[in-house]
């Protein structure tokens, strides 16, 4: 079944901790994506990645890092969190080109104490 | 930059065609215009895209104006599953469709 696999699904942290959240699809895709969606703002792009090592910075990017080593994996990396990084958080992937579908993942809910 | 315009929500009663207005006065001549949905506690997923003309699918159609300032989603017949915040998104060719353009969504309650 072709999908988007997030996890941690649900995570409580504090802040300062170190967190990942992975992100992995099967469809052999080379573009992925992060957003976050926060009630009042809808969903906002964080980072995106056009192929392997291609990554670039979406509306949101402070305070996250990204990798693409390899196709199928788009790791969300947040390296010191802080309290306004709770939030729903959702990768997704598509062929190359403006006019592919996107597939979303199931979500990641992340609370920062 | 080009941004797009959503109703906060809408209503609609069941078995009745729904319109969902989208506005992007902003956009420029090759941004594809996508269609999402989000039911709840789901992840968003994909209703329909255009470019210049009028689409349909099995789950839906997208008119789109003349000048490409605007665009509607239309539910032919809306059902209590249909209920969820449609968003409309624009994916630019520019930068191959790696930066999008979201709007905030318009939550859809469907009476029955």
């Known amino acids: 079944e072709a999908q988007v696999t997030q996890n941690p699904r649900y995570l409580i942290t504090v802040t300062g901790k170190k967190l990942t959240v992975t992100c992995s699809q099967n469809?052999?895709?080379?573009?992925m994506s992060w957003y976050r969606q926060d009630p009042g703002l809808g969903l906002r792009q964080i980072y995106y990645?056009?192929?392997?090592?291609?990554?670039d910075k979406g509306d949101v990017p402070e305070g996250y890092k990204v990798s693409r080593k390899e196709k199928r994996n788009f790791p969300l990396i947040l390296e010191s969190p802080s309290p306004n990084q709770t939030s729903l958080y959702f990768c997704?992937?598509?062929?190359?080109?403006?006019?592919?579908?996107?597939?979303f993942g199931d979500g990641t809910r992340l609370s920062i104490l | 930059d080009a941004k797009t315009t959503q109703p906060n929500s809408m209503e609609s009663n069941e078995e009745e065609p729904v319109h969902l207005p989208c506005n992007h006065s902003?956009?420029?001549?090759?941004?594809?215009i996508h269609w999402y949905r989000q039911l709840p506690s789901q992840g968003p997923e994909y209703v329909i895209h255009?470019?210049?003309s009028n689409v349909n699918n099995r789950m839906a159609s997208l008119a789109i104006a003349e000048d490409r300032k605007s665009s509607t989603l239309i539910l032919h017949r809306a059902t209590l599953r249909d209920a969820a915040v449609y968003y409309c998104?624009?994916?630019?060719?520019?930068?191959?469709?790696?930066?999008?353009?979201f709007g905030q969504g318009t939550e859809l309650s469907v009476k029955p």
């Open positions: 997704a992937s598509s062929p190359p080109g403006p006019h592919q579908p996107q597939h």
């Open positions: 902003t956009i420029s001549g090759t941004d594809y």
């Open positions: 469809m052999n895709h080379e573009y």
């Open positions: 255009g470019l210049t």
């Open positions: 998104i624009l994916r630019p060719r520019y930068n191959q469709g790696g930066k999008l353009i």
């Open positions: 990645s056009m192929n392997v090592e291609v990554t």
